[in-house]
Structure formats: structure tokens, C-alpha cells
């Protein structure tokens, strides 16, 4: 097989697997009854799943073999190996999450046969691929808008599962009817419990597991800053001593905020499934500790009391807090010059990291490539190895650079950090979506190959995002390819329709 073949099937793979080679010889024919070998130490689940996948990707049942093998799971829990010859398909994997991954490879691998009007069946060409992820966490941060169509986040659910995210945090802003405390919410604008529970039972289907996240310092409006808007102070003022003065923060010396904010955070974490772990945002806690009470106190205690009371009852429970890195490091630091920091002089916040505890991941979100001089190689991103040497777990948090996805790609597979978490805010949408959804995914899977956005992946993301079109039966225009409309797509997909 020449290089321009090798280059036109590798496009195909999002993200492109660790060893790939392409075999001379006649292809393998998806056909009914066709030969399928699976080997894995945990047979658990893999029959099902398998006979499962090749009747939705391509309608038929193979004659599969699934055999339990103790030296099967040798690239790890989600690595996995594939050989395709003219006879058969051969997978080895630990168990069904490598196994998952494999089918995902061979769908993006395999072709439509050539030569009829309609689709008579498919083939993949002969190959051996071995491959594994570079880090153990690999999420995308998703934002739940009231303007946000529930339908939108499961396909972004569904293309981040298939290009192998494993993790999805979702945040939902101002939408989740909370039974224990309704208030907090817009009384016009909930979101629909049962259609967001399918979706956390939808995400363990796929492999990906749902995070929520609940904002416990700033963002307490659960609304954008810009916007002026405020979940609950818009319509309740008897709810205002909860609130520092301007309404963006948490009031932390008032004993009933915490009362409510365990409410809250419990009842989201029972909600998801009770998952392993827990986001608690606090980032752009600008003005907080401003009112009479807490203005009069040291920060750093009211800060650290905070946080430690919110670890300790996830920990508890065995779940783990994500929180973002920005409140902890001090702006005119000369040591975090063009990095993202946001904690003020005045909030004297600089040096509470070492009181906190070292289980706590430190999700760090730099969003741009800021390189020392033009003739510097890369970024050194002090602040997340800062973290890191300082002992906390941390992922590196890209949004929409592509520079900066592929570095931080990088780094965390470098300095063998837990992860990347890949985020989206407003901006899911149009050309951003590719790069969130291509680069971000080969930037976590493996980064050491990493084409980004170009012609050929996008045309592989839009094959993808057909692919489970035709899995759920997607027949509304509006929920075709991922922008809402080709004319003026403006902000969409965020809509009331
Ligand atoms: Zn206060």
C-alpha cells in the first residue's frame, strides 16, 4: 500500500491509534457470519456489545468467538490490539472498555463496497493496529445553556465517546430543577430531569462518564458575567443574603449558603449516578468576601474552610473535586506572566494551595499559545507544572487554539499528568466544533499525532457525525452535520426552538 493510500485510511481515524500498519493482501468482508475472534481477560459484557455494534454500524451478525485470554489486556484497561486479514477480524483486549474501543476504530475504518446504486455491504483492508490513550482522563467540559436544545449535548456526548473522550463534565447553567431547593433555578427555563437522566445512562452505554459540576465560589449567578443576568436573584430578592452584595459570589460566612449549596451538590451527585468525580468550578471569583460579614474575616481561612468542607463530604463518598486553578495563583506574578490567573493581590489567596488537600485535581485552563519569544519552541505552561510539582493531580484545560490543544496535548503525556480536559463554553458550535472534536480528541488520545483541523478530518468528523445520525434516526434538518443552519449560524446550536 503506498503512502498516499496510508494517508487517505488514517485520515479516517479519529484519534489516530499509537501503531497503525496497513497489510498488502484481499480485504475482509463485513458480511453475515463473518469471522470475528475477541481475546480478553474479562469476557464480562464483550458478546453482547459486539454482536451488539456490528448490527448497528453495519446489519449483520458475525460469527463471534469470545475467549478468555490472561495476556490479552497488555496495553491496559482501555488499550486494545486489532489484526484484519481476508479471514478474519481479531481483537485482544483486558475487557469490554478496550473492546468498546476497538469497534470504534474498525467503524471509522471500514468502507461502503463500490460498484452499486445502495449500500450492499462493507469491507476494512488489512491491517494491525495497537494502540492505547496517553493519559488516564480525557473529557470535554460541556455547558447546558437555557437557550441549549438537550439534543445538542447528546450528539457532542455521542462524537466525543466515539472519537474516545472518556469523561464529559456538564455544567448546567441555572436550568436544573432542583427538587430540595427549586429556587434555584429560572422558573422559566428548566431543563428536563428525565431527558438529562437518559443522557447520564447514555454516556455509560458509550463509554463516557457524566461529571456535574455545581460553581461554589464565583459564577454563583449561574449565568455569563456579560449577560447581567442572575438565576435566582432575577426573580427572588428574599434570597440575597445567600449572595455576597453584587450577587456573583457565594456568601461563605453565612451558615444557610452552605446548608443549600449541600443540598445542591448532593442532589446533582445522587442524580448522575453518584460518579467519581465532582466539579466545583471556582474560577473568576472576582469580588468575593464583600459583604459586612465577610469582608471583616481573612479570605484564605473563609476560602480554605470552604473547599475543605466540600472535599471531605465527596471524599466521604469516594468521589474526587475538580476545581479550576485560576483563584489560587496571583495576578502580577511575575512567575505566571502570560498565563491565565485570576486571583487579585487583594485577595491574598496566593499561598492557599498548601493548605489544601493533595487528592484535590487541579483543572488548569489556559486558552491561548503563549510563547516566550517567536523563537520559542512551545509554551512553558509554569502554572501547571507549578501543580504538579507541588503534588496535585491536574489537567490541562485548552479551548479553542489549536496551538494550544496540541502543546497541552503534549505536556500532560510528557510530564505524565492525569489528563486533559477539553472545554467549550458558548462556542460548540461551526468551525470551533471541529477543533474541539478532532484536534482536542487526537490531543488526549495521542498527541504525538496530531493533524488538527484540516480538509480531510473534517471530512472524517462530518462522516462521524452521520454515522450516529444514523444511529438515532436523526431526520430534522436542523439536527443534521453540527451546525443548526448553513446561513448565518450565528451562536447556534444554542436555540429555543
Ligand atoms: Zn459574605
Known sequence: MNEHEVKILTDRLIPVPQELKFNDGNEFLLNEGCTVQIFVEDTAGVEQKTLESFRLFWGITPALAVAADAAAGKHG?????????????????????????????????????????????????????????????????ICVFPETPLWDIERQIRIAAYHKFNYAVIETWGIFPFGSHPEFCWADMKLDKKELKKLVRLGKELGITLIPQFNLLGHATASRSITGKHAVLSYDPSLQPLFEPEGWTWCLTNPETRRILTDLVMELYEFYDCPPFFHIGCDEADNIGTCRDCRKKVLKDLVKEHICY????????????????????????????????????????????????????IADWQYGYPKADENAPEPQWPTTKFFKGEGFPVLVCPWLTQDGMKSLGNLAAD??????????????????????????????????????VTLATRLALAQHIRQLGWDTGVDEYIKTGWNQYQVDPGHHPHTNV
Not at 89 to 115: D, F, S
Not at 131 to 140: I, N, Q
Not at 423 to 428: E, K, L, Q, V
Open 310 to 361: 466540600f472535599h471531605d463530604l465527596f471524599a466521604q463518598k469516594g468521589t474526587r473535586i475538580i476545581m479550576w486553578h485560576d483563584m489560587l495563583l496571583t495576578k502580577g506574578d511575575e512567575r505566571w506572566n502570560g498565563y491565565i490567573v485570576c486571583g487579585l493581590p487583594e485577595h491574598r489567596l496566593g499561598e492557599l494551595y498548601k493548605e489544601l488537600p493533595r487528592d484535590i485535581i
Open 77 to 141: 484497561a482501555e488499550g486494545y490490539e486489532i489484526g484484519i486479514s481476508e479471514k478474519e477480524i481479531t481483537v485482544k483486549a483486558a475487557g469490554m472498555t478496550g473492546v468498546m474501543h476497538a469497534l470504534k476504530t474498525l467503524r471509522q475504518l471500514a468502507e461502503v463496497q463500490r460498484g452499486t446504486e445502495r449500500t450492499q455491504g462493507y469491507f476494512l483492508v488489512p491491517c494491525t493496529i495497537k494502540d492505547f490513550p496517553a493519559m488516564a482522563f480525557r473529557g470535554v467540559h
Open 415 to 452: 510530564e505524565k499528568l492525569l489528563g486533559m480536559l477539553e472545554t467549550t463554553w458558548h462556542i460548540s458550535h461551526d468551525r470551533n466544533f471541529a477543533h474541539i472534536f478532532c484536534t482536542a480528541a487526537y490531543a488526549s488520545w495521542n498527541p504525538a499525532v496530531n493533524p488538527g
